[in-house]
């Protein structure tokens, strides 16, 4: 009978028997990591709670205005500027293009703007993306900055 001793393997071996416990705790984090970005579930308002003008609109219109008109999603979209030229209708952020002032909780006035404007609803999908992917506002911010800056006049320069 032959025996094998564990302890005397040939050199490549070791280093393989070894290395494979640590590949798979690493191959785990790994998983792990890519799997717990997504962090946030996006809460929508209905489209059935939309005017017709959302209903009768492109897809990515339509999840816009269901994005800005869930409260929750209020604090990043105000937060956020718009780069269309709509500050020129007194919009503020990114929020005013699809909400109208003044907003509660009773009331929700829809503003017809965002629907035929591609820069307000692409601003608001890279922000909904990023929101899910776990992104807070201090990342999100700049990058709807550098990303549509070029565009055209900031809501942040409202007067």
């Known amino acids: ?11 490549g ?12 705790v690493l191959a785990a984090a790994f998983v792990f990591h890519q799997t717990s970005a997504s962090v946030r579930q996006i809460q929508l308002a209905p489209l059935a709670a939309m005017p017709d003008f959302v209903q ?32 020129y209708m007194g919009h503020e952020n990114n929020l005013d293009c699809y ?6 909780e009773a009331v929700t006035v829809f503003d017809n703007h965002a629907v ?3 820069i307000c609803v692409e601003i608001t999908l890279d922000a ?6 776990g ?16 565009r055209g006049p900031s809501t942040e320069d409202a007067v």
């Open 1 to 11: 009978m032959i025996k094998i001793n564990p302890l005397k393997t040939l050199p």
């Open 13 to 24: 071996q070791s280093l393989l028997v070894f290395s494979l416990p640590i590949i798979a």
């Open 56 to 87: 009768t609109a492109h897809h990515d219109a339509q999840l816009a205005y269901r994005f800005a008109a869930e409260e929750s999603n209020h604090h990043l979209l105000h937060e956020l500027p718009c780069y269309c030229g709509c500050v």
């Open 99 to 104: 909400l109208r002032k003044p907003r509660s």
């Open 116 to 118: 035929g404007c591609g």
């Open 128 to 133: 909904m993306k990023r929101w899910s992917e």
């Open 135 to 150: 992104h807070n506002l201090d990342t999100i911010y700049p990058f709807i900055v550098e990303t549509y800056s070029a």
